[in-house]
Nanobody
């Protein structure tokens, strides 16, 4: 198992930016594909994006494509979610997660380890 801790959430105005961090311990993040998910009150947890083990490939949900970027710094054992042009509908608790799966990494049920979540609130 890998232990994950998210940070960087907070309150931001519409159109603003935030960078979330996911710090890993116990194992190195280059052993995992790292995904980001979010959950708003009363809604199901949904896929946001994922970065491959190598860091060479990313995939994003249509709702965030072009606005959010995932990148990783293996030397710091940390994965980041850069969020730009934020909208009120981006308000949610954001979670990072790790999987050893290679395929189907947009699916929530392939992830084995999860962080505690960090709140992002976008005000209008």
């Amino acid at each position: 198992q890998v232990h994950l801790v998210e940070s960087g959430g907070g309150l931001v105005q519409v159109g603003g930016s935030l960078r979330l961090s996911c710090a890993a311990s116990g194992r190195t993040v280059d052993s995992y594909a790292m995904g980001w998910f979010r959950q708003a009150p009363g809604k199901e947890r949904e896929f946001v994006g994922v970065i491959s083990r190598s860091g060479d490939t990313t995939a994003y949900a249509d709702s965030v494509k072009g606005r959010f970027t995932i990148f990783r710094d293996d030397a710091k054992n940390t994965v980041y979610l850069q969020m730009n042009s934020l909208k009120p509908e981006d308000t949610a608790v954001y979670y990072c997660a790790a999987t050893r799966a290679i395929l189907r990494t947009t699916l929530i049920n392939v992830y084995d380890d999860w962080g505690q979540g960090t709140q992002v609130t976008v005000s209008s």
